[in-house]
């Protein structure tokens, strides 16, 4: 069981190269919460085709990257889910005159202070309405029981490269 952020391409290839001998689930996230939060981020974003949409990660003051892994999961889970490559939709910040919003922009905001274990809202807008999902971690204990439920899966698993999604039975 894996769950961390910031693998480069070698790492991840050397993750699917192993998996060839062993069951491995990676994710960049072990809340079970926040999996939930991303199966129904896709589900707006197929839905709500013609809404905007924005995500605002926030952590504690020392979080040292940004934005977040998890916030970064997230809206490639919305691109996806829209059939968009994310690098060509992707604004981190905005400052300035930078003209009006593109009709496919996904924009990741990321805020930092205090001791915020961690908290992921993607908001889904539009003219007339708007509707903003929501996780917030409030310990880390949070994401320890996620990685035991997964690595309790995975112990009866295949060899393999696996997801939380997997180990939650909610793949597609």
């Known amino acids: 069981v ?62 040292k990257d940004a934005p977040s892994g998890t916030a970064m999961t997230l809206a490639g889970c919305v691109a996806e889910a829209r059939d968009l490559n994310l690098k060509d939709v992707l604004v981190t910040g905005r400052a300035g005159m930078v003209g009006a919003r593109s009709k496919d922009e996904i924009a990741v905001m990321a805020l930092r202070g205090g001791d915020v274990v961690g908290r992921h809202t993607v908001g889904f807008y539009n003219d007339g309405e708007f509707i903003e999902l929501n996780h917030t971690a409030t310990s880390r204990a949070t994401f320890s029981k996620g990685a035991i439920k997964a690595a309790i899966w995975l112990k009866d698993q295949n060899s393999g490269l696996y997801s939380i999604d997997d180990s939650l039975g909610l793949d597609d």
Request: net charge neutral; proline share 2%.
């Open 2 to 63: 894996i769950g961390t952020t910031g693998l480069n391409d070698d790492e991840k290839n050397l993750l699917h190269l192993a998996s060839g001998t062993m069951p491995i689930l990676y994710a960049t996230n072990m809340s079970l919460g926040v999996a939930v939060l991303n199966r129904i981020a896709r589900i707006a974003s197929k839905v709500l085709r013609e809404f905007d949409i924005e995500i605002v990660e926030q952590h504690h003051r020392h979080k």
